[in-house]
């Protein structure tokens, strides 16, 4: 299977500042990559999906982009809000639709 | 929107005994869902696929005989832990694919389970 890699220490980072969040994975490209949000002892909540045959996606104050080549995703968070802190977790779809292979999850601390 | 309904949000057990999760998808209809566990600090690890009407499909190193998964309906997949050890103790998430409406193809999870063994 994919190892899914994202940054394990937590990104803190002032309000209205941008956030980077990296996933790396290191074999097959999957036909699409997801992010989550999850807040602590709640399930994940969908984001955004990005397909291999996209660079970028965007939804409000997030960014999405895809480099098939570098088997990376990165994932913003522009005019960051403390109401955006939590993890952000990357999903890679697997053999079949809705079965995901999920990263560790990078905890993001937006302070006022 | 499509939401997917865990319930219950909580549950203690005694070791040997076994407890009963339920995950529903309240307006829109699923012939598969996925049940997933995730530790403190640690990634959702998949455990199954729950198809409606065959059987469940385990991943590798998940005993199907402990983690017993029925798809009763369109609308019901329910994940049974038995004879519970404390080493079960997790958070079990399920999630269920809703194809259309107009965000796309999206995959709701459900709120989670936290199960501690004790």
């Known amino acids: 299977s994919q190892k899914i890699e994202q940054n394990s220490e937590a990104l803190n980072i002032q309000e209205g500042k941008t956030a980077t969040l990296t996933c790396n994975y290191t074999n097959y490209s999957p036909a699409y990559l997801q992010w989550y949000r999850q807040d602590p002892g709640r399930g994940p909540v969908f984001l955004l999906l990005i397909r291999e045959n996209e660079k970028e996606k965007r939804k409000e104050r997030l960014k999405v982009t895809f480099d098939t080549t570098l088997k990376q995703s990165l994932f913003h968070i522009t005019a960051s809000q403390p109401a955006d802190s939590a993890t952000y977790l990357c999903a890679l779809a697997t053999d079949s639709w809705g079965k995901l292979q999920f990263g560790a999850g990078t905890q993001v601390v937006v302070t006022p | 929107g499509a939401v997917v309904s865990q319930h219950p949000s909580w549950v203690i057990c005694k070791s040997g005994t076994s407890v009963k999760i339920e995950c529903r998808s309240l307006?829109?209809?699923?012939?598969?869902m996925f049940w997933y566990r995730q530790f403190p600090k640690q990634s959702l690890m998949l455990m199954a696929t729950s198809n409606e009407g065959s059987k469940a499909t385990y991943e590798q190193g998940v005993e199907k005989d402990k983690f017993l998964i029925n798809h009763a309906s369109l609308t019901l997949s329910t994940l049974t832990v038995t004879s519970a050890h404390p080493e079960d103790s997790s958070f079990y998430i399920c999630?269920?694919?809703?194809?259309?409406?107009?965000?796309?193809?999206?995959?709701?999870f459900g709120e989670g389970s936290w199960l501690t063994v004790v």
């Open positions: 307006d829109f209809q699923a012939t598969t």
């Open positions: 999630s269920a694919p809703f194809a259309g409406g107009t965000s796309g193809n999206t995959i709701y």
